[in-house]
């Protein structure tokens, strides 16, 4: 692409919840994007129904297999289960194909906190960023088709729920009435419901399950058992895919997407993002499970735009990409020989995520909606299992929800303003990510889960660092949990037992239910059992923070305010990496609103400078 007539105004590198719905916003405000993708588009039965999120992790089509340590004393890493020694880490998968994580995601679209948009307006000093301005972002792309549960407060545009209806993301909750067809599951609704009642003394007059995504839950910090809303459509999975491609449809002209491209290095010239450099060829990653089968090294390619060049690769790639392209910590850049374009010690550190635990139990028998059921897609004769072949019938039965049953939000002893808890259920057994987690899942039938998920954890050590100067060569990921990093990994630690407490408490009243509880069992009935026990077990999938937006003055700071590289003109980062702290409970919500956010500003900047061409 040489021709300048031909160049695009923008390059998105990646088309996850960050670039995805940012590279539509561009292309149908007039603006030509050309967004670039190291995956395919693949779609598959993985990928649409919801109960398999579990397998569309692990499709060697549309996934990248990352191998993470959470601590660099090998004698206390190697105490995880998970610990692949030949892979010197815990797997942790990240979508790379249309859509990025969002095709592989467990759905759950969860609000965040309040705090996490006012934090940031106070640092940048930009009402923009606020709650309020925030909670708009929000309803543009939300498309609530949820049953509301207190019906004495539809949820309407302009009510207080502050739902969005019209935006491209389908957002509902699992059917109530599937609840009905596994006596078990209303067992474990109602134990989660009588938990939530007997903890804050809620009366039988209001109506549990809350709505954790209406604005009343959300402004009001409050607590207790909440549905847990999913981003499926009619029975299918939707995400940022949808989004790329109803956008591309409608301008095919102003939207391209050229897949099965690695970009491996940001073209800057006199201070200025004027392109990128790819390596053309799919499976060329070294995370990408089918590497081997990748036909040689990549052609060398490269693409230039007449604006600026947008990188939403996700929270290891996006520091990766940037290092590759002179820009981060001088001593690691000289080490490999690097040229330095910045120093910017901020690139690549900061790396922050959840802290989340499985509390797995044994039922006394198999849940008996399972039976015949194996979570899979149809075999080679076609047919599908029974539950299978009912979703496929009309997109319903209980594999158009994503598995999970209900959850309990709560707060922490050590919590700050915000609930930093969730415990949710789950009808199988999830314990964390290992190479075949979700066909060994898959197998039993008689087990329940509660998932903790610590949210605002205070690990802030962690780090994306270069291995090599080959751009197909995955960085080193280290996170240093709980004492091996940041202050306050004790009250991390504190809160996530809190949150196994919850659990047991729930569990404690499935007597008929529960045979014995797994993981972490009787050995970790004591206390401080159960502390090594989370030291060693715990894990994350929210990883994020590592190009952070900061003050002028900081100098760990990546980012300002809107985006843009600081030191580098025609350059931003729009993906989980921006944050200074990670948000909320689950983190889809806030990337995909930073990417509503982002839109704003850049369409505005441009357009202030005498409109766009094509508009
Ligand atoms: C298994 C799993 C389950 C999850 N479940 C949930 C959930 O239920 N709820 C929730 O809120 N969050 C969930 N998440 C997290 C959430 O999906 C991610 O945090 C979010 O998608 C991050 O958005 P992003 O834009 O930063 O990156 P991603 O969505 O990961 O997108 C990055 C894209 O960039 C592409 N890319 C990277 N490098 C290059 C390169 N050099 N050249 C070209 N392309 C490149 C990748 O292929 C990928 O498509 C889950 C994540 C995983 C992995």
């Known amino acids: 692409m040489t021709d300048s007539d031909d160049l695009p105004d923008f390059i998105v590198v990646g088309s996850g919840a960050g670039g995805g719905p940012l590279a539509a916003n561009l292309a149908e405000a007039g603006f030509s994007v050309l967004l670039i993708e190291a995956g395919s588009d693949h779609r598959c039965p993985y990928y649409d129904v919801p109960i398999m999120q579990a397998r569309a992790s692990e499709d060697p089509d549309m996934r990248w297999d990352f191998f993470v340590r959470h601590y660099a004393d090998d004698a206390r890493q190697r105490r995880d289960s998970k610990f692949v020694p030949d ?14 994580s969002t095709a592989i995601s467990a759905l759950v679209t969860i609000y965040p906190h309040n705090s996490d948009w006012d934090d940031l307006a106070a640092l940048t000093g930009n009402p923009d960023w606020s709650a309020d301005a925030m909670r708009a972002r929000f309803q543009r792309v939300e498309a609530w088709r949820g049953r509301d549960p207190d019906p004495d407060h539809p949820a309407r545009p302009g009510d207080a729920s502050r739902h969005g209806f019209d935006g491209w993301l389908k957002v509902t909750r699992a059917n109530p009435a599937l609840a009905s067809r596994e006596p078990w599951f209303l067992d474990v609704i109602n134990a989660i419901e009588a938990e939530s009642r007997a903890t804050y003394g809620t009366p039988d007059e209001v109506v549990l399950p809350n709505d954790p995504n209406d604005w009343r839950f959300v402004s009001e910090r409050r607590e207790g058992m909440a549905f847990i809303p999913v981003s499926v459509d009619d029975g299918r999975r939707n995400g940022a895919r949808e989004r790329i491609l109803a956008a591309q449809r409608a301008h095919p002209d102003r939207l391209r997407i050229r897949y099965d491209a690695l970009v491996s290095r940001v073209i800057i010239e006199k201070g200025r993002a004027v392109g990128v450099a790819c390596l053309d060829g799919a499976h060329l990653y070294g995370a990408d499970p089918g590497a081997n089968h990748a036909h040689g090294p990549g052609a060398p390619l490269e693409f230039r735009c007449r604006r600026e060049v947008i990188l939403a690769g996700g929270a290891y ?16 850049l000289e080490n490999l020989g690097i040229p330095v374009l910045l120093d910017r010690p901020g690139v690549g550190a900061n790396l922050q995520d959840r802290y989340e635990i499985g509390v797995v139990h044994r039922t006394v028998h198999d849940y008996p909606v399972f039976e015949g059921a194996v979570l899979d897609v149809p075999g080679r004769d076609g047919i599908g299992d029974p539950l299978y072949s009912e979703w496929a019938a009309d997109r319903g039965g209980p594999y158009s929800t994503n598995g999970s049953l209900a959850s309990f939000i709560a707060r922490s002893s050590v919590a700050g303003a915000e609930p930093d808890l969730i415990v949710f259920a789950l009808p199988v057994d999830f314990h964390g990510y ?16 509660f998932v903790v998920l610590k949210a ?39 809160a996530v037992v809190e949150g196994i407490g919850i659990a047991r408490r729930i569990a404690a009243r499935l007597d008929g239910m529960i045979a014995e509880e797994i993981i972490p069992g009787p050995k970790a009935d004591d206390p401080e059992a159960l502390r090594q026990f989370v030291r060693d077990e715990a894990w994350g999938h929210h990883a994020s923070c590592t190009c952070a937006i900061g003050a002028e003055d900081d100098p760990m700071a990546v980012l300002d305010g809107d985006f843009r590289l600081r ?49």
């Open 434 to 449: 290992f190479p075949g987690y979700s066909a060994e899942s898959a197998l039993k039938h008689d087990q329940l889960t």
């Open 456 to 494: 605002h954890t205070r690990n802030r050590a962690g780090t994306v660092t270069l291995n090599s100067t080959d751009p197909r060569d995955p960085p080193q990921i280290r996170f240093a949990y709980f004492d091996e990093g940041s202050e306050g990994g004790d009250d991390d630690l504190q």
């Open 317 to 332: 790639n996006t520091p990766q990409l940037l290092k590759l392209s002179g820009i981060g910590p001088r001593q690691e």
């Open 567 to 615: 030191g580098i003109d025609g350059l931003r980062v729009v993906d989980a990496s921006v944050f200074p702290r990670i948000p909320g409970i689950f983190i889809a919500s806030a990337v995909y609103m930073i990417s509503e956010r982002a839109s704003d500003v850049i369409i505005g900047q441009y357009s202030e400078r005498g409109g766009t061409e094509n508009a």
């Open 87 to 100: 892979r010197d880490g815990v797997l942790y998968p990240r979508g790379a194909t249309l859509g990025g």
